[in-house]
């Protein structure tokens, strides 16, 4: 439209349900160029779709009534390919939805697309962020081990904590930051993975820094701690210590 949103975008942010049910099924006749499946598609200025609009302001049954409608006109996997101008995808922008239960509900509504929500999950923002990435920066643990367990589920747990972001930070480097359980948390699950753990290592950030040296540069006694039980326990302290590749 004469502003780049259409009437979805304009109903996806109405928190009255009926009303964002009677503009669709009433759009195709308010815009004759446009049927229902197409505005569904269509992107504002900001290069966000109705269902990312819906997410964005907290409208989870209209973000779930907007899924329905593209499993019904079998626009889905369109849908949700679409990223807005930041290159965050439908689970970054849930991911900022601190608290809503936002994620857990968008992965139920796509079980059944399962390679969809694989490349979901795994893809990046312009930051390089994967979206749990922005689940540990927000400390919201509950969503952090949802997404793991769906890692789990999906069998990627590899390929998801092997990511790293454009200062070529991964996971242990952004939890070794925080003050909450993240990392504790993501240790205790590495444990069924000692070689990923030992790549984790591996990988220096832009500042050749490790995940050992992120916490203790954050004066982290109780992170570096964690760490290094685990670095004793796998054998890898040379690995750990040595800061230069």
Same mark, same amino acid.
């Given at each position: 439209g004469m502003f780049h949103s259409n009437l979805l975008h304009i109903a996806a942010q109405n928190p009255n349900q009926d009303v964002?049910?009677?503009?669709?099924?009433?759009?195709?006749?308010?815009?004759?160029?446009?049927?229902?499946?197409?505005?569904?598609?269509?992107?504002?200025?900001?290069?966000?779709?109705?269902?990312?609009?819906?997410?964005?302001?907290?409208?989870?049954?209209?973000?779930?009534?907007?899924?329905?409608?593209?499993?019904?006109?079998?626009?889905?996997?369109?849908?949700?390919?679409?990223?807005?101008?930041?290159?965050?995808?439908?689970?970054?922008?849930?991911?900022?939805?601190?608290?809503?239960?936002?994620?857990?509900?968008?992965?139920?509504?796509?079980?059944?697309?399962?390679?969809?929500?694989?490349?979901?999950?795994?893809?990046?923002?312009?930051?390089? *962020?994967?979206?749990?990435?922005?689940?540990?920066?927000?400390?919201?643990?509950?969503?952090?081990?949802?997404?793991? *367990?769906?890692?789990? *589920?999906?069998n990627i747990v590899k390929v998801a904590f092997l990511s790293t972001n454009v200062n070529n930070e991964n996971i242990l480097h952004l939890a070794a930051r925080k003050k909450n359980d993240c990392l504790k948390f993501l240790l205790e699950h590495l444990d069924k993975y000692p070689e990923v753990f030992k790549d984790l290592f591996k990988t220096k950030d832009e500042y050749e820094v490790n995940p050992l040296f992120e916490a203790a540069s954050m004066n982290s006694k109780k992170n570096m701690q964690l760490l290094i039980k685990n670095i004793h326990k796998l054998k890898i302290f040379e690995t750990a210590i040595s800061v230069k590749n």
């Open positions: 964002f049910q009677f503009v669709l099924s009433k759009i195709h006749i308010v815009i004759d160029i446009l049927s229902p499946q197409n505005c569904l598609l269509e992107t504002d200025r900001s290069n966000n779709t109705p269902l990312i609009t819906a997410i964005e302001c907290g409208q989870i049954n209209i973000a779930k009534a907007i899924i329905e409608q593209c499993k019904n006109s079998n626009t889905l996997q369109n849908v949700i390919a679409i990223k807005n101008d930041y290159n965050d995808n439908i689970l970054h922008i849930a991911a900022r939805r601190l608290g809503e239960n936002f994620i857990q509900i968008i992965v139920e509504e796509l079980k059944t697309y399962p390679e969809t929500l694989k490349k979901l999950l795994l893809d990046k923002n312009v930051d390089g *962020d994967a979206p749990f990435f922005l689940s540990t920066e927000y400390e919201a643990f509950d969503d952090l081990k949802f997404f793991v *367990d769906t890692f789990e *589920d999906l």
